[in-house]
């Protein structure tokens, strides 16, 4: 039966609309001219009148990249603003404000409260992850030291992924949406690192990490549109958090607990825990006992939201520069020979797939980085002011600002990279093996992986996956695009999140010798 609304109601409930609103829009009014005033030293990039503001929000969401060009055009070297759905944007750019963001230390401009910020990682993953970051400290040591250890076993788990989801055919097979394919084949050749057989060939696991990196982003979108002390109440509706860890202790719980007792028994004998498995389960484990007092507190929930989140992070990017690419490959078949000619060669003279063979692979470095240099964020260094903060200019950053980088513009320098959107495969590319200019090394004018003390702690285990998944892909198949792809697929921007172009159309085919 249909609601009736008489009169007298209708009236009670706008009386009750305007008494919870009219205190709402007070309250984002006089918050929004307080931050205005904080920033009024610093230019702004659009309108910045209390509601003109909302045009310039809108314009970011889908043309933050011109806007942020704009910016650096304006006031070159220097730091300017710019109004986004979660706040003031303020972005620097040029070498010198570089070196001030790189310099600044965590308690100055803190990186894990941006991405605890930018990911709303209290809600969609857990509001005590970066109290105790030791996760990170596993990726930077234990992964990246035991990484020549697990090549072999990453190289056995990408061609079972390609087989299962690409297979070698003779004729020319058309797959038309890469960046929902490639995040499959990732997260089975991370996990085979992070896991190992036979959970990294679940399809739960696997759909389960896959689908936290897509509702991640989503959540941490949707809760942005809520002022900030909404935040705790729109998070729980919406977060699939606990879904999530339901699922993954489900799989991890009998794992963990087990290398959590053979660990304790060692921890209390004084015997030296030996990684067997050697795996990042391992890693974590053992690493419980150098965190301080509290460390058998570290529960078998806490140790797979762990897991789940750096699956996020690796699952997130290596699929993302996997997939560009792919189509830079695509685009340029020519290409095709000379690298494969320098894997082959590489391999035999060193062996076989080694990590000292993927260290001497300069052309594929130099093209996976190009690849990477025009796919780049619009912002990226991303900090957040724990302190007054002063720029190299003298420009003084308040408490709570957001700050960042202009990466795309620093990556599209014509000072920098001649012909800049041209693609150029030897731009990196140098004889001898000067390690300057490899992918892993962060400078002014690379900012894929940030810069200073908490750059990407793992772009050494992403950058030998990318080598050797490309490796596999330039040994196995020719690749073309699809005679119905009459254009580029360039990446997608929406704020400041790079999107991988869902319309390409990527043909494989069994390598013709």
Not at 102 to 124: I, M, N, P, Q, V
Not at 126 to 141: E, G, K, Q
Request: proline content about 5%; glycine content about 6%.
């Amino acid at each position: 039966m249909p609601m009736r609304l008489d009169f007298s109601t209708a009236i009670t409930y706008l009386n009750l609309g305007v008494a919870l609103g009219l205190p709402y829009a007070f309250y984002m009014y006089f918050t929004a001219l307080r931050k205005r005033a904080l920033l009024e030293a610093i230019p702004t990039v659009g309108h910045d009148g209390i509601f003109t503001s909302y045009i310039t929000i809108w314009r970011y969401l889908f043309d933050g990249r011109a806007l942020i060009e704009e910016g650096c055009r304006k006031y070159p070297g220097s730091a300017f603003k710019i109004p986004t759905i979660d706040g003031w944007q303020v972005v620097v750019n040029g070498h010198q404000m570089y070196d001030g963001l790189r310099r600044a230390s965590e308690d100055e401009l803190s990186t894990f409260e941006a991405l605890d910020d930018l990911f709303k990682a209290r809600y969609t993953m857990s509001p005590h992850l970066n109290d105790n970051p030791y996760h990170v400290d596993v990726i930077l040591t234990s992964l990246t030291r035991n990484t020549a250890a697990k090549l072999d076993d990453i190289r056995d788990e990408i061609r079972q992924a390609f087989q299962d989801f690409i297979p070698a055919t003779e004729d020319w097979t058309e797959y038309s949406n890469l960046p929902k394919l490639m995040p499959k084949i990732v997260v089975r050749v991370s996990n085979r690192v992070f896991v190992g057989l036979p959970l990294c060939r679940n399809k739960d696991w696997c759909d389960l990490n896959v689908k936290f990196t897509i509702s991640v982003a989503v959540n941490a979108l949707v809760i942005g549109l809520f002022p900030k002390f909404l935040h705790p109440i729109v998070g729980r509706i919406f977060s699939s958090r606990r879904s999530s860890l339901r699922r993954a202790t489900k799989h991890l719980s009998s794992i963990l607990k087990e290398r959590m007792e053979t660990e304790s028994q060692n921890h209390g004998s004084g015997v030296e825990q030996s990684y067997e498995p050697n795996d990042l389960l391992s890693w974590l484990v053992d690493k419980r006992e150098k965190i301080g007092e509290d460390w058998q507190k570290a529960s078998v929930e806490d140790l797979s939201l762990r897991v789940i989140a750096i699956n996020f992070a690796a699952i997130h990017t290596t699929s993302g520069f996997f997939t560009h690419a792919l189509y830079d490959l695509a685009a340029n078949p020519q290409l095709a020979d000379p690298l494969r000619d320098e894997f082959t060669s590489v391999i035999e003279s060193e062996g076989g797939w080694t990590k000292s063979a993927m260290s001497k692979m300069y052309m594929l470095d130099s093209f996976l980085k190009e690849s990477a240099r025009k796919g780049v964020a619009s912002v990226s260094v991303i900090r957040i002011a724990l302190q007054d903060f002063m720029l190299p200019n003298g420009i003084r950053l308040p408490t709570g600002t957001k700050v960042g980088i202009a990466a795309y513009h620093t990556h599209h320098s014509e000072k920098t990279y001649p012909a800049p959107d041209t693609f150029q495969v030897a731009r990196f590319a140098e004889k001898g093996g000067n390690t300057r200019n490899c992918m892993t090394t962060l400078s002014e004018d690379w900012l894929t992986f940030g810069t200073g003390k908490h750059a990407c702690p793992g772009r050494f285990f992403a950058v030998n996956q990318l080598k050797m998944l490309m490796g596999y892909v330039l040994l196995t198949y020719d690749v073309k695009f699809s005679e119905k792809q009459a254009n580029f697929p360039h990446p997608l921007w929406f704020a400041n999140t790079v999107i991988p172009n869902s319309s390409a159309r990527v043909m494989f085919r069994r390598r013709k010798m």
